[in-house]
């Protein structure tokens, strides 16, 4: 297996979030760079933007432009905490802040009891993998002037 130096990783075990939520944010965020990916996220905990549910959209409001949409605001916070994770990881490696998010992914985690005083419940628990690569800027500025000409 060939070690690639150009990426990033970051594995989230068992968050307090739920899967379903987390596949949407997913879907958001792929092959964004995570500088667009972190303005995105602080919108939506502000309420300014809503995250489009296309595979869990049952009994979802529609949002202008978008359709079905929601405002996970507690997914975001950890998926924002996981890119800063990843920036950080990133940095120690010595790539430069031009980073995409090459693999973003959601899971299914093992379901732990909570124990009350009237009867347990199971606790949404999530995996999420996530990948960055690093991008150089010349090179995608130098093949985009090639195709136009």
């Not at 987390?22 to 990916?37: P, W, Y």
């Amino acid at each position: 297996m060939e070690i690639e130096k150009n990426i990033a990783k970051v594995n989230g075990m068992n968050l307090p979030i739920s899967r379903k939520k987390s596949v949407e944010v997913c879907n958001l965020l792929r092959n964004k760079t995570t500088k667009t990916a972190k303005i995105i996220l602080k919108r939506v905990m502000k309420l300014d933007q809503a995250v489009p549910y296309r595979r869990y959209n049952q009994d979802t409001a529609h949002r202008v432009g978008i359709g079905p949409g929601k405002y996970p605001i507690k997914t975001s916070q950890e998926f924002l905490r996981l890119i800063e994770s990843a920036e950080a990881n990133a940095q120690h490696k010595g790539l430069s802040a031009n980073l995409v998010i090459e693999h973003i992914s959601a899971h299914k985690a093992p379901l732990q009891w909570h124990y009350g005083r009237k009867r347990r419940q199971k606790q949404k628990n999530t995996h999420v993998k996530l990948v960055v690569k690093e991008v150089k800027e010349e090179n995608d500025r130098k093949k985009n002037t090639k195709q136009k000409n």
